[in-house]
Protein backbone atom coordinates (compact mmCIF):
# COMPACT_ATOMS: atom_id res chain seq x y z
CA UNK A 1 0.00 0.00 0.00
CA UNK A 2 1.78 3.12 -1.20
CA UNK A 3 1.74 5.93 1.40
CA UNK A 4 2.95 9.21 1.83
CA UNK A 5 3.34 11.26 4.74
CA UNK A 6 4.43 15.14 5.17
CA UNK A 7 5.64 16.55 7.63
CA UNK A 8 8.01 19.82 8.38
CA UNK A 9 5.24 22.85 7.75
CA UNK A 10 4.34 25.59 10.27
CA UNK A 11 4.01 29.04 10.46
CA UNK A 12 7.25 31.53 9.80
CA UNK A 13 7.88 34.69 9.20
CA UNK A 14 8.45 36.54 5.64
CA UNK A 15 12.37 35.98 4.60
CA UNK A 16 12.56 32.49 6.88
CA UNK A 17 13.06 29.07 6.41
CA UNK A 18 11.62 25.43 6.04
CA UNK A 19 12.34 22.09 5.30
CA UNK A 20 9.48 19.71 4.44
CA UNK A 21 9.93 15.88 4.33
CA UNK A 22 7.78 12.96 2.83
CA UNK A 23 8.04 9.61 4.18
CA UNK A 24 7.16 7.00 1.46
CA UNK A 25 6.11 3.73 1.60
CA UNK A 26 4.62 0.68 -0.16
CA UNK A 27 6.60 0.51 -3.41
CA UNK A 28 10.25 1.38 -4.53
CA UNK A 29 10.97 4.61 -3.71
CA UNK A 30 14.39 4.99 -5.85
CA UNK A 31 13.00 4.27 -9.35
CA UNK A 32 10.01 6.99 -9.14
CA UNK A 33 9.98 10.45 -9.84
CA UNK A 34 8.51 12.84 -7.25
CA UNK A 35 7.06 15.67 -7.04
CA UNK A 36 5.68 18.41 -4.47
CA UNK A 37 3.02 20.76 -5.15
CA UNK A 38 1.17 23.48 -3.08
CA UNK A 39 -2.33 24.79 -3.07
CA UNK A 40 -3.50 27.69 -2.06
CA UNK A 41 -7.07 28.73 -0.61
CA UNK A 42 -9.10 29.89 -3.43
CA UNK A 43 -6.51 28.49 -6.52
CA UNK A 44 -6.09 25.08 -8.44
CA UNK A 45 -3.36 22.80 -6.87
CA UNK A 46 0.27 23.70 -8.97
CA UNK A 47 3.62 22.10 -9.44
CA UNK A 48 6.53 23.59 -7.53
CA UNK A 49 9.20 21.01 -8.06
CA UNK A 50 10.13 17.48 -9.28
CA UNK A 51 13.16 15.55 -8.95
CA UNK A 52 13.53 12.52 -11.21
CA UNK A 53 15.33 9.34 -10.41
CA UNK A 54 18.84 10.29 -11.54
CA UNK A 55 18.07 13.48 -9.31
CA UNK A 56 17.58 15.87 -12.21
CA UNK A 57 15.35 18.64 -10.83
CA UNK A 58 12.27 21.21 -12.20
CA UNK A 59 11.10 23.93 -10.45
CA UNK A 60 8.24 26.34 -10.67
CA UNK A 61 9.48 29.84 -12.28
CA UNK A 62 7.98 31.35 -8.66
CA UNK A 63 10.63 29.45 -6.32
CA UNK A 64 13.32 28.81 -8.45
CA UNK A 65 16.54 29.72 -6.23
CA UNK A 66 14.56 29.75 -3.18
CA UNK A 67 13.14 26.12 -2.91
CA UNK A 68 15.24 23.04 -3.26
CA UNK A 69 13.90 19.57 -3.62
CA UNK A 70 15.89 16.38 -2.63
CA UNK A 71 15.45 12.89 -2.33
CA UNK A 72 17.44 10.52 -0.01
CA UNK A 73 16.35 6.80 -1.81
CA UNK A 74 18.43 4.95 1.50
CA UNK A 75 15.40 6.68 3.62
CA UNK A 76 12.68 6.73 1.25
CA UNK A 77 12.45 10.01 2.19
CA UNK A 78 11.54 13.00 -0.14
CA UNK A 79 12.47 16.62 0.91
CA UNK A 80 11.98 20.67 0.14
CA UNK A 81 14.04 23.53 1.63
CA UNK A 82 12.57 26.63 1.05
CA UNK A 83 14.11 30.02 1.53
CA UNK A 84 13.35 33.47 1.92
CA UNK A 85 9.52 32.64 1.93
CA UNK A 86 7.20 35.14 1.09
CA UNK A 87 3.62 35.20 1.94
CA UNK A 88 2.49 34.14 -1.67
CA UNK A 89 4.25 30.54 -0.73
CA UNK A 90 0.88 30.53 2.22
CA UNK A 91 -0.48 26.93 0.84
CA UNK A 92 -0.81 23.60 1.45
CA UNK A 93 2.29 21.00 0.28
CA UNK A 94 1.73 18.08 -0.92
CA UNK A 95 4.08 15.16 -1.87
CA UNK A 96 3.22 13.34 -5.21
CA UNK A 97 4.09 10.29 -6.96
CA UNK A 98 2.92 11.50 -10.50
CA UNK A 99 2.73 7.37 -11.30
CA UNK A 100 -0.37 6.15 -10.49
CA UNK A 101 -1.73 9.66 -9.03
CA UNK A 102 -0.73 8.87 -5.51
CA UNK A 103 -0.65 11.94 -3.09
CA UNK A 104 0.18 12.66 0.79
CA UNK A 105 -2.51 14.27 3.39
CA UNK A 106 -0.44 17.73 3.41
CA UNK A 107 1.20 19.89 5.75
CA UNK A 108 0.17 23.35 5.57
CA UNK A 109 2.84 26.22 5.35
CA UNK A 110 1.74 29.63 6.77
CA UNK A 111 4.14 32.95 5.61
CA UNK A 112 2.61 35.43 8.30
CA UNK A 113 4.15 38.19 10.26
Known amino acids: QVQLVESGGGLVQPGGSLRLSCAAS????????MSWYRQAPGKQRELVAT???????NYADSVKGRFTISRDNAKNTLYLQMNSLEPGDTAVYYC???????WGQGTQVTVSS
Open 96 to 102: SRTVGGY
Open 26 to 33: GFAFSIYT
Open 51 to 57: ITTGGRT
